[in-house]
């Protein structure tokens, strides 16, 4: 019952309101420490929309807070937003590319998808983003490049450069989760939220922060792109070339495109670039690395976008290319000397266990979530 309320996006308090009952009693029932009533029980069915034998079947949620999926292989995660009992985070991915990922790795996002909206709920937090997730905007190289500026203005930041891009997406409201994922399985994954406006983003734990924060931005241009295209009512069917190895736009290389715009808008590369006055013929290794600092990117990234904006020689590219890639098969991709960016993750998380713990001391629900995080590999 309380999974159910939950897919359907109520607050205990918002769902005893509708049944006409004080929250205390609502509280009990969930919990198990009191049995409703017939009447109830039809009533309650009645204010979630659904049969009274939803509240009896296995996969209709009663699982979902004792550590096992519900409502099929991904819990509140769905191939399509199609479930029963509510609208589901659907799985950010093309039809193809959901068909290559495991049922464990699905059951795994759904675990966890499931203990943040009880997190949520328990912690009275809201749980929209701030940043809009549907933005209109041509699927072209030049239709990324200026949505990321825009998404960079609705955050507020424009062109300037910033430290923490991790805390500025949490502070926006999204769920971003540092976790463990199968190694054959991907590093990341996202899941849209519909019905809250909202999405969960799913970033492997072991990476270094560079590529972790990355990642994170690729996967916000991945639910541009999804969201875009479900809009258009249209496959990604673009043949624009979208970088300088010459390879045609899709929704993998477009989220790429804009992960690298968004992280490094051209203006601010220029201005870190001309403020030391340095020309492209000057660049060095150890130049490289203390710019690309400024930017939470890898030296690869940086080099790469140094290259785009033809603000270094090609031959210079070139060998400092090497070098960054002899390093990397040495350290198994680690980033080099001490230009290492530190990220802290599941802050939001975090938050949300305090919160939960202070508003509702001694509930074994956050037990539940606690140990739920701990087996998959979630460190707050």
Same mark, same amino acid.
């Given at each position: ?44 069915? &009645?204010?979630?929309?659904?049969? *009274? ?7 209709? $949620? ?21 479930? @029963? ?9 093309? $039809? ?18 499931? @203990? ?44 300037? *450069? ?10 926006? $409201? ?15 994954? @996202? ?13 492997? @734990? ?101 290259? &785009? ?7 210079? &590219? ?63």
């Amino acid at each position: 019952m309380r999974a159910i309320r939950r897919r359907r996006h109520l607050s205990q308090v918002e769902f005893a309101r509708r049944l006409d009952m004080r929250p205390g009693p609502v509280s009990n029932i969930e919990r198990g420490h009191n049995l409703p009533s017939a009447p109830v029980l039809c009533n309650m069915a &009645e204010v979630l929309d659904v049969p *009274v034998d939803a509240f009896f079947e296995s996969g209709g $949620g009663a699982k979902m807070m004792s550590g096992e999926a519900a409502g099929g292989p991904g819990g509140y995660v769905a191939a399509a937003a199609d479930d @029963s009992l509510g609208p589901a985070a659907e799985l950010v991915r093309s $039809g193809s590319e959901r068909a290559e990922i495991a049922d464990e790795t699905l059951r795994k996002l759904g675990r966890l998808t499931d @203990s943040v909206l009880a997190l949520e709920d328990l912690a009275g937090a809201r749980k929209s983003a701030t940043v809009p997730l549907r933005l209109p905007f041509v699927f072209s190289v030049e239709g990324l490049r200026e949505l990321a500026g825009s998404v960079r203005r609705i955050l507020g930041v424009s062109e300037a *450069v910033i430290f923490d891009y991790l805390e500025l997406l949490e502070n926006a $409201g999204l769920r971003i989760i540092f976790c463990t994922l199968e190694e054959d399985g991907g590093q990341s994954f @996202s899941c849209y939220d519909a019905a809250n406006a909202n999405a969960v983003i799913f970033i492997h @734990s072991e990476l270094n922060a560079e590529r972790q924060l990355f990642l994170l931005l690729y996967e916000l241009g991945r639910i541009y792109c999804f969201t875009r295209l479900r809009d258009l009512k249209t496959p990604c069917q673009a043949d624009e070339v979208v970088d300088r190895r010459g390879k045609p736009l899709n929704e993998h290389r477009a989220a790429r495109f804009f992960a690298g715009q968004f992280l490094m808008p051209a203006s601010a590369v220029r201005n870190s670039v001309h403020q030391l006055a340095i020309k492209p013929q000057e660049w060095t290794y150890t130049l490289l690395l203390r710019l690309k600092h400024r930017f939470g990117v890898s030296a690869e990234s940086f080099l790469y976008r140094l290259g &785009e904006l033809e603000l270094i020689r090609p031959e210079l &590219e070139r060998d400092i290319k090497h070098r960054i890639e002899l390093h990397y098969r040495e350290t198994d991709y680690s980033e080099p000397d001490s230009s290492q960016r530190i990220l802290t993750p599941n802050g939001r998380l975090g938050d949300l266990l305090v919160r939960a713990k202070e508003r509702c001391p001694g509930a074994e629900e956050i037990s539940v979530i606690e140990r739920t995080f701990k087996s998959l590999g979630v460190t707050c």
